[in-house]
């Protein structure tokens, strides 16, 4: 079978993936390829169903002038498809007393540099905080951040979007489609092998997600990831009206075993809570698809204590997969031996960046360069390069497990 040539192909269409096709096409229309081992739209990786937070609170000075465009870059998707990816609901943070050590210190360097950037926002304390929001209980001595542009945007739209936009634009997605090996030829051709055959590029990205390590080891990269299976559940609140977007807003809490986060209604007649980061190491094929129950039992004991009319029937808990860096934080970087491939890693916390990571993906495969300053974001970073490197991810795991 002839080899089909390419400008430039992406590996792995979920968020990231999805969005570099799109932004690619816009500029690159049919020398684009995106392959996805799986059907568009699948539950088995980290880029699914209806909620991901949104916001400009919380940065670093790293991420904190690239966090507007994670906006923008959607609302452009947005403005082509007339499709509604965005949702703005505010969103509320506060510490409470059983908070672990050092959570105090994220809300205030948060407020620095939301300050510095001139970022609005608001600190409440608990009263008036209950008088707005009557649907939190909290102690009378907490103090609120609640800052009004965070909100949720849709994955199950957002990659849809990017999808069948970037196929109007010309692109070629094929779907069930798994990458078997990648060949590089040269600093300017790389040979892609697939179960559909075998296709070759000028630029290659890969945003593989969970899988992502599997392909590095071909490239003999050793990106020191930890995957681990993480969950969220939807309850049948009968308090609907309480829990629309227009009346409740998303909240981000620290707790002993993890921040537990929760959405109002939205994709499903259902409010949405999870608690960040406390699944188990697995494998993206290993992976199961079995509900942690004491997680369940755990949230669903928050909860009552803290907005108890957000409970009702469990409607379901669904699984995902972070793919996770010693650091927590991203990559989005070319390979060192090979400057023509590029590699994005979303570290459990990206689908609210896929449009804007997937633009700076497009820049760097068209133009070689963004304007963007993605420094802290290199594959030649400690946490990436130093094998002794002391993992944030490793030790709570460690910890929560007592050892």
């Known amino acids: 079978m002839k080899t089909k040539k390419y400008d430039t192909i992406v590996i792995g269409c979920g968020g990231i993936g999805s969005g570099a096709v799109y932004w690619l096409s816009k500029r690159a229309g049919k020398r684009v390829l995106g392959l996805e081992q799986f059907t568009l739209g699948h539950h088995n990786g980290g880029s699914q169903d209806y909620s991901r937070i ?74 008036d905080f209950m008088q707005e929001f009557p649907q939190f209980k909290i102690k009378s001595h907490y ?9 949720l945007v849709d994955p199950s739209k957002g990659n849809a979007a990017h999808q069948q936009l970037a196929q109007g634009h010309g692109a070629t997605i094929l779907e069930n489609c798994k990458v078997t090996e990648i060949r590089p030829i040269s600093s300017t051709k790389t040979e ?7 296709f070759e590029c000028e630029k290659l990205i ?67 809570v999870a608690i960040d980061f406390t699944g188990e190491p697995t494998t993206a094929d290993g992976r199961n698809f079995e509900p942690d129950i004491a997680i369940e039992e755990y949230q669903e004991a928050w909860l009552k204590e803290h907005i108890p009319g957000f409970l009702g029937p469990k409607l379901y808990t669904k699984t995902c997969l972070y793919t996770l860096t010693k650091d927590r934080q991203f990559i989005l970087d070319a390979l060192p031996n090979h400057p023509n491939i590029f590699l994005c890693v979303g570290a459990g916390h990206a689908f609210k960046w896929a449009s804007v990571f997937g633009r700076i993906l497009s820049e760097l495969a068209l133009d070689g360069t963004t304007r963007y300053d993605l420094s802290a974001l290199t594959l030649n970073r400690p946490a990436i390069t130093d094998p002794n490197y002391d993992s944030i991810i490793l030790n709570q795991i460690k910890a929560r497990n007592g050892k």
């Open 54 to 127: 949104i916001r400009l609170a919380g940065y670093d000075d790293s991420m904190m002038p690239i966090a507007p465009d994670t906006y923008a870059t959607w609302q452009e998707v947005e403005r082509e498809s007339g499709v509604q990816i965005i949702t703005k609901t505010g969103g509320v943070y506060w510490t409470p007393d059983d908070a672990p050590p050092g959570s105090s210190d994220y809300m205030d360097e948060s407020v620095e540099v939301m300050n510095e950037k001139g970022i609005p926002y608001r600190m409440l304390d608990a009263a």
């Open 143 to 151: 103090k609120v951040m609640h800052q009004a542009d965070t909100g």
């Open 192 to 198: 892609v092998v697939t179960e559909r055959g075998t």
């Open 206 to 272: 890969v945003t593989a997600g969970a899988w992502v390590q599997q392909l590095a080891d071909q490239l003999e990269i050793d990106l020191g990831l930890v995957v681990t299976r993480e969950q969220v559940t939807y309850y049948r609140t009968p308090n609907l009206r309480d829990f629309m977007p227009d009346r409740f807003p998303v909240f981000m809490v620290p707790t002993p075993i993890g921040g537990i986060y929760g959405f109002p209604v939205h994709g499903e007649v259902a409010t949405k």
